[in-house]
């Protein structure tokens, strides 16, 4: 059974598991990831890091301050935590990004810390975004934060695999928001919660890295611990148009004596060559597809057949064959919302959705007001009026006054997209 790219990716940063050692979805593992960034909140992971009694970092290269969050905070008091971090970043020979550099996490892929293959943390729950560049970025605790910088490694659950194949090209005026947005409105009943979410599909070649930045950012928004796009010729040339950067004499931002940051152009020829060890395999079993809507009943075709291949205990019974030849990675397993108690199951249902169409037909701005993506915007706009939105937790309210509540109003009559097809 092959891997999954998150499963790959997971399998080389894995600590103290002899080469070629391979991890599946539900294990834990210790990791030692390639960075571990922290922003503002640096200032509460230095006395985590000195309460566990650590006085050095493990590797200097590895921690990643960005400061990104109060800026407009000039209070005495803020300005001196702020100064304490860089202090503590010089003291240790740590890469440090002052206040007004950029949003943390776009500094993180900007600078040259996050390359293809990489795992990379922080201790912020958008994360998610470095999956952008063909990475494994998730969240980290303060806590797992200051102990990262103390040993180089933490413990991790590898998270169960949803697949979203994206297809067709955006039709004009449509961003990538526009699709996360969707994905949250429509697969609304935690199909990705805990998951970490990998997007292929011929559609995926037509995002650029500014629409998978923002997808991959906001896969957060959907429950996710991770959203990955594929290594692609998208990947490659905006890799290649930040090697300038790297040796630009107004670059932001101080680095320790053993930076990590930055690469060259051969640096991006090899991981190019190299880029089939990134490509991910079958793993039917533990994968959940989102697909479009030519393979339904292909799908369930296949279901019926896995039905009638049963062997074994019927709670731990494994597929007798690969069914990705005829509907693609379809296969998948229900799992309990409590990563304790997960078990495999090969009966999930395939969800299915025309996402992106050659034709323009999915999301596009033509569409009438009786779309069901439609009919999700509609309900943020009376979240934000008061009422109690589907997509949030019981009780939860938004106060606003009505002009946000017309700006959303109009926002969501502006927005129309087409009605698309799940099954599920």
Known sequence: MGQTLVEKIAARHADGLPPGAVVRSGDFISIRPRHVMTHDNTGAVIPKFKQIGATSIADPAQPVFAIDHDIQNVTPKNLEKYAKIEAFAREHGIDFYPAGTGISHQVMVEQGYVVPGALVVASDSHSNLYGAAAALGTPVVRTDAASIWATGVTWWQVPKVARVVLKGRLSPGVVGKDVIIALCG??????????????????????????????????????????????????????????????????????????????????????????????????????????????????????????????GDPIR????????????????????????????????????????????????????????????????????????????????????????????????????????????
């Open 186 to 311: 429509l697969f609304n009943k935690d199909e990705v919660l805990n998951h970490a979410v990998e997007f292929t599909g011929d559609g995926v070649a037509n995002l650029p890295m500014s629409a998978r930045m923002t997808i991959a950012n906001m896969t957060t928004e959907w429950g996710a611990l991770a959203g990955v796009f594929p290594f692609d010729e998208v990947t490659v040339n905006y890799l290649r148009s930040r090697v300038g950067e790297f040796t630009n004499p107004k670059r932001p931002g101080t680095r320790g004596p053993k930076s990590r940051s930055g690469y060259t152009n051969t640096d991006v020829d090899q991981w190019w060559q190299n880029r089939g060890e990134l490509s991910a395999r079958c793993s039917c079993r533990r994968s959940a597809k989102i697909g479009q809507r030519e393979h339904v009943e292909a799908a369930e075709q296949e279901q019926e057949k896995r039905r009638q291949r049963r062997i």
């Open 317 to 424: 019974r494994r597929l007798s064959e690969c069914p990705c030849d005829e509907v693609g990675n379809d296969g998948g397993r229900e799992q309990d919302r409590k990563p304790a108690m997960a078990l495999p199951d090969p009966e999930v249902p395939v969800h299915v959705i025309s996402l992106l169409r050659p034709d323009g037909y999915g999301l596009n701005r033509r569409a009438g007001p009786n779309s069901s993506i439609q009919a999700a915007l509609k309900t943020v706009a009376r979240a934000v009026a008061g009422r109690r939105s589907s997509l949030m937790p019981r009780g939860t309210r938004i106060r606003s006054t009505p002009a946000s509540t017309a700006s959303v109003a109009r926002a969501s009559a502006a927005t129309r997209i087409a009605p698309a097809t799940s099954l599920g």
